[in-house]
């Protein structure tokens, strides 16, 4: 079997490494794939419905595609498509491995969820300590990625999307992606700060590919891109179960509103906010909470496929702007 493990969201990324093998995040070379569309049509031609969130279809093809025969299924703190997905592919001859971040976010029970996906993958929770261990300087690199973003204003929201999304599975290497990392950062700090209305973008990470670039030309940036932050775990803790217990995004709005997004909002002084919800998406109910937690403008976002923003978007965001 190939060295590849794949996922349909974050995943404690340091047992996988602990265990030799190579993450990869299915969203990330879906979404970065040369045709992401061609992905879609080809999952409905499988018999995915319509009305399915065009990323689980991107992820069951992607995943075909490739020939990533074993991926992690997390039960509870995701996405229940993401569930039925893998059961398909479990009946296709993929190797499922089963991991879940406790709803309660408990503790112990997250303690016992990591030490039996570190058996499955035939590793140990040590190991994986070892590997956070390691990771640390990167996480820390990722920090001062997005302190560049918001304080100094020299990396672009787009930049740092990109960036912290992909630090779900490093791309694949961490040491690779550390030195890249270093290497832009060297640059972006010679930068000029510049000068943009503050934006924040909440939810899951847009299926768009010019939703950045759109709002600089209508002098807007993202200063702050909540799941992605989270994906790069910026927190200060000292194991890997305080770690996964701190990142927000498993465990419910309530919390993330608490914990992450209303201090941070403050603390980098945004201006607006974009809730981005994918069509077909349960987490778009979320957007009731979020509109009663948060005292400054909202524009709700929503996106089916890949590619462009449509024409009616665009003129939603040109309001939003100019009303800001
Ligand atoms: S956007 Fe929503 S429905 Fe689609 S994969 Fe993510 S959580 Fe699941």
């Known amino acids: 079997m190939s060295n590849q493990v794949g996922f349909t969201s974050t995943v404690p990324v340091e047992v996988i490494l602990g265990a030799g093998l190579e993450p990869v995040d299915l969203n990330n070379i879906f979404i970065n794939s040369e045709n992401p569309g061609k992905y879609i049509e080809l999952s409905e031609m499988h018999g995915f419905p319509r009305n399915i969130c065009a990323w689980i279809k991107g992820l069951y093809t992607i995943a075909e595609d490739k020939g990533i025969k074993r991926i992690i299924c997390i039960g509870e703190g995701?996405?229940?498509?993401?569930?039925?997905?893998?059961?398909?592919?479990?009946?296709?001859?993929?190797?499922?491995?089963?991991?879940?971040?406790?709803?309660?976010?408990?503790?112990?029970?997250?303690?016992?969820?990591?030490?039996?996906?570190?058996?499955?993958?035939?590793?140990t929770l040590e190991m994986a300590e070892e590997i956070r261990k390691r990771l640390k300087p990167v996480r820390d690199k990722l920090k001062q990625l997005d302190k560049l973003t918001w304080k100094e204003r020299k990396v672009r929201g787009a930049e740092n999307h990109l960036w912290l999304v992909s630090s779900s599975d490093f791309n694949g290497n961490p040491n690779t992606f550390n030195k890249e990392l270093s290497e832009f950062?060297?640059?972006?700090?010679?930068?000029?700060?510049?000068?943009?209305?503050?934006?924040?973008?909440?939810?899951?990470?847009?299926?768009?590919?010019?939703?950045?670039?759109?709002?600089?030309?209508?002098?807007?940036?993202?200063?702050?891109?909540?799941?992605?932050?989270?994906?790069?775990?910026?927190?200060?803790?000292?194991?890997?179960?305080?770690?996964?217990?701190?990142?927000?995004?498993?465990?419910?709005i309530t919390y993330r509103l608490e914990r992450d997004i209303i201090p941070e909002l403050k603390r980098r002084d945004i201006e607006g906010v974009i809730h981005y919800v994918q069509s077909f998406c349960h987490r778009q109910v979320e957007d009731i909470l979020i509109r009663e937690a948060i005292d400054l403008p909202i524009l709700t976002l929503e996106a089916d496929k890949p590619g462009k923003l449509d024409n009616r978007t665009r003129i939603r965001l040109e309001a939003f702007m100019e009303m800001l």
């Open 185 to 252: 950062l060297s640059e972006a700090e010679s930068r000029k700060s510049m000068k943009f209305k503050r934006l924040a973008y909440i939810g899951v990470p847009p299926i768009l590919n010019d939703l950045y670039t759109f709002l600089n030309s209508l002098g807007g940036d993202v200063v702050y891109n909540e799941t992605q932050r989270q994906f790069a775990m910026p927190f200060s803790t000292d194991n890997l179960i305080d770690q996964y217990l701190e990142y927000s995004y498993p465990y419910g």
């Open 78 to 123: 995701d996405c229940a498509s993401a569930v039925s997905m893998c059961e398909i592919l479990s009946s296709r001859g993929t190797n499922i491995i089963p991991f879940s971040y406790p709803t309660t976010r408990n503790k112990d029970k997250l303690n016992r969820e990591l030490n039996l996906f570190a058996q499955e993958l035939g590793t």
